[in-house]
Antibody, heavy 114, light 112 residues
């Protein structure tokens, strides 16, 4: 069945770089897009960016200067890197499969704090 | 960016009752391919969002027929009938027509 799972450090220091991995199973990264969505504590959902099935990427313009999404199709993994983290980057980070976001990972909580 | 305005912010519904949530977009969500990429999600407490409705009015697999979506262009509605305890949570609309993709701010449903 389709599964996505986020992994990464739970704590990041301000000004440092966040690196997250989304490991997928049950579908191919060369057939489906994978998106990253984040949610600050107690707040709504924000689309961050997308890895397209053909390797192209799109980013939220508000994050574009700090954000990079890449992948390793042989490992069924999509990566998110975001630099210059600040406290308002604290939140739960999700990866979700494109085509309607029918499948989501369980999310990983990232806290930005010294 | 397309702004998705959801109303109300919160609502309280009796078990077995009916309610609706409105979602309005700042521009038409009709894509050049003719589809309207408007979706509805429910995020239950402590969980990831789950897809309820795709492309305005299509129920996702396993979603009860108590949930229905309607609308067109810039004005959309999610209706929930015969409300059950498991319906509590925050409902989000989302548009997948224009980049950057955007979500509504959410509607919190409480059970009376």
């Amino acid at each position: 069945q389709v599964q996505l799972k986020e992994s990464g450090p739970g704590l990041v220091q301000p000004s440092q770089t966040l690196s997250l991995t989304c490991t997928v199973s049950g579908f191919s990264l060369t057939s489906y897009n994978v998106h990253w969505v984040r949610q600050p504590p107690g707040k709504g959902l924000e689309w961050m960016g997308r890895m397209r099935y053909n390797g192209d990427t799109s980013y939220n313009s508000a994050l574009k200067s700090r954000l990079s999404i890449s992948r390793d199709t042989s490992k069924n993994q999509v990566f998110l890197k975001m630099n210059s983290l600040q406290t308002d980057d604290t939140g739960t980070y999700y990866c979700t499969r494109g085509g309607g976001f029918a499948y989501w990972g369980q999310g990983t909580l990232v806290t930005v704090s010294s | 960016d397309v702004v998705m305005t959801q109303t109300p912010v919160s609502l309280s519904v009796s078990l077995g009752g009916q309610t609706s949530i409105s979602c309005r977009s700042s521009q038409s969500l009709v894509h050049s391919d003719g589809n309207t990429y408007l979706y509805w999600y429910l995020q239950k407490p402590g969980q990831s969002p789950q897809l309820l409705i795709y492309k305005v009015s299509n129920r996702f697999s396993g979603v009860p027929d108590r949930f229905s979506g309607s609308g067109s262009g810039t004005d959309f509605t999610l209706k929930i009938s015969r409300v059950e305890p498991e319906d509590l949570g925050v409902y989000y609309c989302y548009q997948g027509t224009h980049y950057p993709l955007t979500f509504g701010s959410g509607t919190k449903l409480e059970i009376k």
